[in-house]
């Protein structure tokens, strides 16, 4: 017992400063990428690179170096008071920007103001952003996903630990008693020797087989399934203002849902539809319209698309003049020309390489190529909202993934979705069960009743 007390005595203190680690708080990254969204994204541009209503952030660190860091943390806490108290860097920054007053984020801590800085330097330098469209399919999990690997490294390098510690006691004690009999053979195992040992050797093996088994089959498990997944797009569009305030049927712009396999990705062409008339946002102005009109070869200033042999001077030259024409119409006509000119060349930066290009939006919802899916099936002929699988729409600034599209889901989905037999010649072929609910002996039917559980309905 005297060994065994004395032992407990000097690990805890161990164990307790190991698992204190995990109480200190640091700035995080997620944390920053959500209130830059929350607080600096109305003015800011995304990419960091380039400016908009305010200057372009990447790089802010270095630009401010030659100050103390709690000069540049009350800039973003207190603007016009600095710049009311005078302060040199204040002064610069309010000379080039003027009138754009900042707001003031007083409420914001240091950590939190550091988690921003994160942010924007990681997205700036390349290091952090969504993962790209094409990996997608077999990850599991997106961006926001918390990453526990290292809380549970720490675990089980303290368990090791614990392990090794009580391994050595054993040894000692067993050799101890072994002394008091008389058996003790003279030679005490070292701890390579009981590392090396069968049974550790055995026991090691069938902990990275039964560890590499868990994540084989749980990544397979994950494949396709990105609940939360919402990339950026390269154009801000929304569906809340689209689908939500306009009233736009999902099916005009998604028009393949209805009749084929895949819903589709409107065309620049759709878009155009209705931006030849409407020609500027009502959150971002000209600043994502433009790259419609861009793509589509089309001129806001006359309402005609461009001539083929038209120029690249001619196309920047006329759609610098739009920015710059609607900015002084929102701004005031005593804008500063030289805001003017930074707000134009800020726009134009992001347009350009919209000129006569399709957009590459990001794909979104992705099932493996084994599992057969068709849109016109569910929306046609099983008459099922966009929602039930995609969610309210029409109320996501930046669309993501609502469900987990997994088997299991789908299966649920068919056990418990009832057929809507009803004036739908689609099922006309079911005589048994119209009879059974005409004599009202049966009061529904679902889709696993009509094979919607057969393997090769998903699987061919």
């Not at 409407?278 to 001539?307: C, D, Q, R």
């Not at 599209?405 to 037999?421: D, P």
Request: net charge negative.
């Amino acid at each position: 017992m005297f060994y065994k007390r004395n032992f407990l005595k000097s690990i805890l203190p161990l164990i307790f400063l190991l698992l204190g680690f995990q109480s200190f708080a640091e700035p995080s990254i997620d944390e920053g990428k959500a209130l830059f969204k929350a607080n600096c994204n109305q003015c800011h541009n995304k990419d960091m690179k380039s400016d908009l209503t305010g200057p372009a952030l990447g790089g802010v660190e270095e630009r401010w170096a030659d100050y103390d860091q709690a000069d540049l943390y009350k800039w973003i806490r207190q603007s016009q008071k600095m710049i009311d108290e005078g302060h040199p860097k204040a002064l610069e920054l309010w000379d080039a920007w003027q009138p754009t007053i900042m707001n003031n984020f007083a409420n914001l801590t240091d950590d939190q103001i550091a988690g921003i800085l994160l942010y924007v330097d990681g997205v700036y330098k390349g290091t952090y952003g969504p993962k790209p469209a094409d990996n997608v399919v077999g990850g599991g999990g997106t961006e926001e996903k918390g990453n526990d690997l290292p809380f549970y490294l720490m675990i089980l390098g303290i368990l090791a630990i614990l392990a090794l510690i009580l391994a050595r006691v054993v040894a000692n004690l067993n050799h101890m008693a072994d002394t008091n009999d008389g058996t003790a053979t003279g030679h005490r195992k070292t701890l390579i020797e009981q590392l090396l040992s069968p049974g550790v050797i055995g026991f090691a093996l069938f902990a990275l087989i039964l560890i590499g088994g868990y994540i084989t089959v749980n990544n397979a498990m994950d494949l396709g399934r990105q609940k939360g997944y919402a990339p950026e797009q390269p154009i801000k569009f929304s569906h809340k203002t689209h689908a939500g305030d306009q009233k736009i049927d999902c099916q005009y712009c998604h028009d393949g849902a209805r009749r084929s396999k895949h819903s589709v990705i409107p065309s620049t062409n759709t878009c155009m539809n209705c931006h030849s008339a409407v020609k500027e946002g009502s959150k971002y102005g000209t600043a994502e319209l433009s790259k419609i009109h861009a793509s589509a070869g089309w001129n806001p200033n006359t309402g005609k698309y461009f001539a083929d042999d038209v120029s690249d001077e001619t196309i920047e030259k006329e759609f610098k003049k739009w920015i710059g024409d609607r900015y002084k119409a929102a701004k005031g006509e005593d804008v500063k020309e030289k805001r003017v000119k930074a707000e134009v060349n800020a726009q134009w930066k992001a347009i350009a390489g919209f000129v006569n290009q399709p957009i590459e939006w990001e794909k979104i919802h992705n099932v493996p190529d084994h599992v057969y899916f068709n849109h016109a099936q569910h929306v046609s002929v099983g008459k099922v909202e966009c929602q039930t699988c995609h969610g309210k729409v029409e109320e996501m600034e930046v669309v993501e993934q609502f469900s987990p599209l997994s088997m299991g889901w789908c299966v649920n989905c068919h056990r418990e979705t009832k057929v809507q037999f009803a004036d739908n010649p689609y099922y006309d072929s079911y005589e048994a069960y119209h009879n059974e609910m005409k004599k009202g002996t049966r009061s529904e039917v679902t889709v696993e009743e009509i094979g919607g559980l057969e393997c090769q309905k998903c699987h061919y």
